[in-house]
């Protein structure tokens, strides 16, 4: 059967940035600047990018995820994915990351995890020493939905000028070959002003000067979003397509169609919950396991709903186990308070794309608790796969 994929919305990258010993980056680098030249010579992806990426999602190497399952990127299990996992459940999130024997394996997958993706080819159509190029085309591909990623691994790269790794990743055939094609285009182009012109050849052809705002244009284009399956997913998961199973509470057939489901999140809708009395909001307020809850709106945050319900979003996102850098999308439940430790419900039968988080919000019952109740089987839950809700 079929290992079940229990994700969550929370990249690596959600929690990645802490606090972290000035002492444990340099040794990082030390340790791994290697890999990440070697990755630039085969695959062309910068040095200075892979350091930075790998420094921001383990914490320097400091991460559960980095220490135990020697995963420096926060690589999440997908359906493609068919090694061994691992399941981090202190973060709140339950995620399966993917389990790598050694560091050099983790920095192996990552480059071809964005080497065989179709949406970030036109990355490889950048400059491999521009890495700010590379830092804006990471977030515009979609590969973090964490909107300040790219300023974050600009920060790292100019701090520890991590560029000094490029030139070394740039071999003397690398040089050579892009002077050479340089040479050709500008052959190429003369040739082709050559043949165009009618003036004499005592007049030098005109040509148009640069406006600032052209040339600026010109370097902070980004580049087009592309996706595997030609459907723009729900969101994006530290690069892998997400998109959201909501058939249980909805009449259309538009998600029935999706090609890939990656997570459930629960949504809900007016007509299905009993109503609840909350004073503080004038939104209409339900009840699940006696726990109060409203249902996201469009455009809705948990900033927004936290406000408008006389909440703090800090204690918002706790009581829904929400990372800092998602928001709750159309239909979906927001609990106004902590969820429940008990309910009716005794076991959940798994299907695929449930996670830990999907469950505590579906039965109301607090994540760690349902952490605390199941123990992982020694291969792994699968589809059909019994978990306790309130088992007695």
């Not at 973090?144 to 790794?165: C, D, G, Q």
């Not at 040479?183 to 009618?198: L, R």
């Not at 249902?295 to 319900?309: L, M, P, R, V, W």
């Not at 009581?319 to 159309?330: G, S």
């Amino acid at each position: 059967m079929k290992k079940i994929l229990l994700l969550f919305i929370c990249l690596s990258t959600v929690y990645a940035y802490s606090q972290y010993a000035e002492e444990d980056v340099l040794n990082y680098i030390d340790n791994y600047s290697k890999l990440a030249v070697q990755s630039m010579k085969t695959y062309k992806i910068p040095a200075s990018i892979k350091l930075a990426q790998a420094i921001y999602s383990s914490n320097a190497g400091q991460s559960k995820v980095a220490r135990e399952a020697r995963n420096h990127f926060g690589l999440l299990c997908n359906t493609e994915y068919q090694g061994e996992p691992y399941y981090e459940t202190s973060d709140r999130s339950g995620n399966c990351y993917r389990m790598y024997a050694t560091v050099e394996e983790s920095f192996q997958d990552h480059n071809l995890f964005l080497t065989s993706r179709p949406r970030y080819e036109s990355l490889f159509q950048l400059s491999p020493t521009d890495y700010r190029a590379w830092a804006t085309g990471l977030q515009a591909c979609g590969y973090s939905i964490n909107p300040e990623y790219a300023e974050r691994l600009i920060a790292i790269i100019e701090k520890y000028t991590l560029t000094r790794f490029d030139k070394q990743g740039m071999s003397a055939s690398n040089v050579e070959t892009q002077v050479a094609e340089s040479q050709s285009q500008q052959v190429a182009e003369s040739q082709a002003v050559a043949q165009s012109t009618t003036k004499p050849v005592t007049e030098a052809p005109k040509q148009t000067p640069k406006t600032q705002e052209s040339v600026q244009s010109t370097t902070t284009s980004k580049p087009k979003r592309t996706y595997d399956n030609g459907m723009e997913p729900d969101t994006i998961i530290n690069g892998i397509e997400v998109y959201i199973q909501r058939g249980k509470h909805t009449n259309s057939s538009a998600y029935d169609n999706r090609p890939i489901v990656n997570m459930n999140v629960f949504t809900a809708q007016p007509n299905e919950y009993k109503v609840s009395y909350f004073p503080y909001t004038k939104r209409d307020v339900y009840e699940n396991n006696k726990v109060k809850f409203v249902i996201a709106k469009k455009g809705d945050t948990y900033n927004k709903i936290a406000k408008e319900a006389q909440l703090l979003e800090s204690d918002l996102r706790i009581y829904n186990d929400a990372p800092d850098d998602y928001e709750p999308i159309l239909n979906e439940v927001v609990y106004l308070q902590m969820k429940n430790t008990k309910s009716e419900v005794s076991y959940h039968k798994l299907e695929m794309a449930d996670s830990f988080r999907y469950l505590s919000q579906k039965y109301a019952v607090q994540l760690k608790t349902l952490i605390k109740r199941n123990k992982a089987p020694e291969g792994g839950y699968t589809v059909g796969s019994l978990i306790c809700i309130d088992c007695k």
